[in-house]
């Protein structure tokens, strides 16, 4: 049996049954996978582990067409970052398979259970969603986590990774393929619509009797689309306008070397700090300091009145800030700036502009820790700690498809967990109902 993702039967005239078509075969095959037992899906996963490795100059050389072919069209860098693959990536890719692996199976995790006074017994059992669509772009690791979180917690996956990182996905969906295979596990468990472009993903968005979650993981443009047109279920991982507040009791050499670290780590990703708030009491002594450090890391900088004078005192270029630029998730080597006349400052600035992803607060007085992480309400709140943490893999577990702001089940890195339902159990001994 081929691994290849078949073309549509010659009766599927049309992207919508050739979308269909897919996410029914999915539908099938997570059938099997939410029955398999956890030894059999970790084979899968070992085995997949195994060709990223081996196969690593073929997933370079396809990856070096999606990059060669995105510098032709123009392919923002941030974008281009994101996309790029090299030995070192691919083996950190095939790490985080190898730590899904070692976790514990979600299925069929009592969640709580209990004896009713008349003799029944109850249990709230974890099961597998079923079909989980994936829409994301220029992120070839996604292809790899998205799948393997969702073979693990025993569902199919339906993914479109876009145009810009065709070559590799198309390079990687057959490792995956191959690897089910080897197991006795189906291939169509995991399948692209890449061949059908964005009109397959308006199809997708539609299939609510095949696919039962979509998790779009993106721009903001995307997202929105996604949320806006889908009658699928959607799991909204949002943009990460991520704030840093240095509060007046902060240590400020730790502070600033954290703060560097959440911009700098990786300007590209969606844990990136965009904006730093100081305390106005800190701000004589820590913004000429921070400034500097980022300017001298060549980081744009857009500062509020307070932090411009602060700026030009310290002979660093800096612009004046925006009401727009308080919202933008930059993901690249720009920054917002702002002084805070207090710690209700900074969280009413939060309130008003985070898109709710991660914000953390540098402080050394237990307090203004404990009243920032009560009252700042986005998904991660940190205490002394860079926005960078905010990651599946960081948080132990094994990796992520996405990063989720929206407050339904699934809130911050989604993991095994979080792409699980769950269902009642109820054995009795010929209970009838009064």
Same mark, same amino acid.
């Given at each position: ?14 992207? /919508? ?54 510098? /032709? ?5 941030? @974008?281009?970052?994101?996309? /790029?693959?090299?030995? !070192? ?11 899904? *692996?070692?976790?514990?199976? !979600? ?9 009713? !006074?008349?003799?029944? /017994?109850? %249990? ?50 057959? @490792? ?18 890449? !061949?059908?472009? %964005?009109?397959?993903?308006? &199809?997708?968005? %539609?299939? %609510? ?37 240095? $509060? ?53 900088? &857009? ?12 002979? *660093? ?6 009401? $727009? ?23 009413? &600035? ?57 407050? @339904? ?9 979080? @792409? ?10 010929? &209970?009838?109902?009064?």
């Amino acid at each position: 049996m081929s691994t290849e993702v078949e073309s549509p039967s010659a009766s599927a005239t049309d992207v /919508r049954d050739a979308v269909h078509e897919v996410a029914g075969r999915a539908k099938q095959a997570a059938r099997a996978l939410a029955t398999a037992p956890r030894e059999v899906k970790d084979a899968a996963l070992g085995a997949l582990a195994e060709a990223l490795v081996a196969e690593t100059p073929r997933i370079v050389a396809a990856n070096a067409e999606d990059l060669e072919r995105g510098e /032709r069209t123009g392919l923002a860098a941030n @974008l281009a970052d994101r996309l /790029r693959l090299d030995p !070192p990536r691919i083996e950190a890719i095939a790490g985080a398979v190898r730590e899904i *692996v070692g976790l514990p199976d !979600p299925v069929g995790e009592v969640v709580r259970g209990s004896t009713l !006074p008349n003799g029944l /017994r109850l %249990r709230q059992v974890r099961v597998p969603m079923g079909v989980i669509g994936m829409v994301y772009e220029a992120r070839p690791n996604v292809t790899i986590d998205a799948a393997s979180l969702a073979l693990k917690s025993g569902n199919a996956a339906v993914l479109r990774g876009g145009s810009a990182a065709e070559s590799t996905n198309t390079v990687l969906v057959d @490792l995956i393929r191959q690897a089910l295979q080897s197991v006795g596990l189906p291939a169509d468990a995991v399948a692209t619509i890449d !061949p059908w472009g %964005r009109e397959g993903v308006q &199809h997708l968005m %539609r299939a %609510r009797s095949l696919v039962d979650l979509l998790v779009p993981r993106g721009g903001a443009g995307l997202i929105r689309t996604v949320v806006e047109n889908s009658t699928v279920p959607v799991i909204e991982t949002g943009t990460g306008n991520c704030h840093v507040f240095v $509060d007046a009791s902060a240590d400020q050499a730790m502070a600033l070397e954290v703060t560097l670290n959440a911009k700098l780590r990786r300007t590209s990703v969606c844990n990136a700090a965009e904006t730093l708030l100081v305390h106005a009491s800190a701000a004589d002594t820590f913004l000429p300091a921070a400034l500097t450090a980022l300017a001298e890391q060549g980081v744009r900088i &857009h500062a509020d009145a307070r932090a411009l004078a602060a700026a030009e005192a310290a002979g *660093v270029k800096a612009e004046p800030a925006t009401e $727009d630029d308080w919202y933008t998730e930059y993901l690249a080597a720009e920054i917002a700036v702002g002084v805070v006349d207090d710690l209700t400052g900074a969280i009413e &600035h939060i309130r008003t502009y985070s898109s709710g992803h991660t914000e953390a607060i540098l402080t050394s007085d237990l307090r203004s820790a404990e009243r920032f992480t009560a009252e700042v309400d986005s998904a991660v709140v940190a205490v002394n700690a860079s926005t960078a943490f905010t990651d599946g893999g960081q948080f132990g577990l094994g990796a992520e498809v996405g990063i989720s702001t929206q407050k @339904l089940h699934a809130r911050g890195p989604m993991g095994l967990a979080e @792409l699980t339902s769950t269902k009642w159990i109820v054995n009795g001994d010929g &209970h009838t109902r009064p």
